[in-house]
C-alpha cells in the first residue's frame, strides 16, 4: 500500500534559521511527488513536482530533492511568511495520496 | 475561471440534514477531485472523475456520500443524513487530465459544520 509519511509534526525555526522538512514514502512506482503549501483556512497551493531521484527544483527560498525513498524541502533563511504547513503527496495510479503535512512556525 | 472554485465556503448544518458542496474547475480541466480534510489531519482521498466519469470512488467513506459531475465541468459532493463526523472541509481540485506530469490545483475549501 502506497504511503507518505512527513517528519517533523511540527517545526519551529528563528528568522534565518535554516532547516530541512522531510518526507518518506513507500509507492509501487513513483509517478510524481508533490509539495504543497497550505495556509490557515485555505486551499493546499502547489509549490513542485519531482519525478526522478536525483532532480532537485527551487523556488525563492524552497529547494525541493529527491531521492528513491525520501523527499526534503530545504528552508534557507525563512523568513515569517514561510510560515504555514507543507504537504507532501506521492502519484497514485490517477490522484495523490497525501501526508499529514509539517506545520512550520517562523518567528521574528 | 482562473483558479478552482468552491461554495459553500462555509455551511453549518444540522445532524440528520443533507447537504451540497458545489465545485466550479479550472476551465478546460477534465479531472476533477474531492478529498476530505479533518482537523488538524491529511487530506482523505474521496473519488476523482475524469470528464463525467467516476474511475475511483473507493475513498467515500459510505453510502451516505455520493458525487457527480455533468458537462464535463461543475461537481456536486452530496452528503445525505450528515453526523457529526462529517464535520470537516471538503476540497475540490483539478487537473488537465488525470496522468502523471500534470499538476493538480486545489480550491479554497468548502468548511462544513455539522451541529
Known amino acids: 500500500e502506497d504511503q507518505v509519511t512527513q517528519s517533523p509534526e511540527a517545526l519551529r525555526l528563528q528568522e534565518g534559521e535554516s532547516s530541512s522538512l522531510n518526507c518518506s514514502y513507500t509507492?509501487?512506482?513513483?509517478?510524481?511527488l508533490f509539495w504543497y503549501r497550505q495556509d490557515p483556512g485555505k486551499g493546499p497551493e502547489f509549490l513542485f513536482t519531482?519525478?526522478?531521484a536525483g532532480e532537485e527544483k527551487e523556488k525563492e527560498r524552497l529547494k525541493a530533492t529527491l531521492t528513491k525513498k525520501e523527499s526534503f524541502l530545504h528552508i534557507t533563511a525563512p523568513k515569517p511568511e514561510d510560515s504555514a504547513t507543507y504537504l507532501c503527496?506521492?502519484?497514485?495510479?490517477?490522484?495523490?495520496?497525501f501526508g499529514t503535512g509539517t506545520r512550520l512556525q517562523v518567528f521574528p | 475561471g482562473a483558479g478552482v472554485s468552491q461554495s459553500p465556503s462555509n455551511k453549518v448544518t444540522e445532524k440528520g440534514k443533507d447537504v451540497e458542496l458545489r465545485c466550479d474547475p479550472i476551465?478546460?480541466?477534465?479531472?476533477l477531485y474531492w478529498y476530505r480534510q479533518s482537523l488538524g489531519q491529511g487530506l482523505e482521498f474521496l473519488i476523482y472523475?475524469?470528464?463525467?466519469?467516476?474511475?475511483?470512488k473507493s475513498g467515500l467513506p459510505s453510502d451516505r456520500f455520493s458525487a457527480e459531475r455533468t458537462g464535463g465541468s461543475v461537481s456536486t459532493l452530496t452528503i445525505q443524513r450528515t453526523q457529526q463526523e462529517d464535520s470537516a472541509v471538503y476540497l475540490c481540485?483539478?487537473?488537465?487530465?488525470?496522468?502523471?506530469?500534470?499538476?493538480?490545483?486545489f480550491g479554497e475549501g468548502s468548511w462544513l459544520t455539522v451541529v
Open positions: 476551465s478546460g480541466h477534465t479531472a
Open positions: 472523475f475524469q470528464g463525467n466519469s467516476a474511475p475511483d
Open positions: 509507492v509501487s512506482g513513483l509517478r510524481g
Open positions: 519531482l519525478y526522478s
Open positions: 503527496a506521492v502519484y497514485n495510479t490517477d490522484k495523490l495520496i
Open positions: 481540485a483539478s487537473s488537465f487530465i488525470a496522468e502523471p506530469g500534470n499538476t493538480i490545483y
